[in-house]
């Protein structure tokens, strides 16, 4: 069974940085692809980032190209998410998701495991 434990989020101020965090166990971290998404209030929850195991690739919403980077540390079985240049838009609960594949998807229906989430706050 794999297990996601997410931890960072806050508050922050517009233009501000934050880095989330998701530790993977329960099974070898670099056979699956790993994603964030998001769910602002009143929302459906929405693709935010992946990056691919087989090959490394990564896969960003055009709302955050640019400004958050999604990395892996294969050593500690953590996927992370560094979001810079933050806006008030970015507000939403973020959730860490695992995908018994290869290659990435924007879906959230194609993600088996997810992490509990965690509340990012941008303050204009």
């Known amino acids: 069974q794999v297990q996601l434990a997410q931890s960072g989020g806050g508050l922050v101020q517009t233009g501000g940085s934050l880095r989330l965090s998701c530790a993977v166990s329960?099974?070898?971290?670099?056979?699956?692809?790993m994603a964030w998404f998001r769910q602002a209030p009143g929302k459906e929850r929405e693709f935010v980032a992946a990056?691919?195991?087989?090959?490394?690739?990564?896969y960003y919403a055009d709302s955050v190209k640019g400004r958050f980077t999604i990395s892996g540390e294969n050593a500690k079985n953590t996927v992370y998410l560094q979001m810079n240049s933050l806006e008030p838009e970015d507000t939403a609960i973020y959730y860490c998701?695992?995908?018994?594949?290869?290659?990435?998807?924007?879906?959230?229906?194609?993600?088996?495991?997810w992490g509990q989430g965690t509340r990012v706050t941008v303050s204009s």
């Open positions: 998701a695992a995908r018994d594949a290869y290659d990435a998807a924007r879906s959230r229906y194609e993600y088996r495991y």
């Open positions: 329960g099974r070898t971290f670099n056979t699956y692809t």
């Open positions: 990056i691919s195991r087989s090959a490394g690739s990564t």
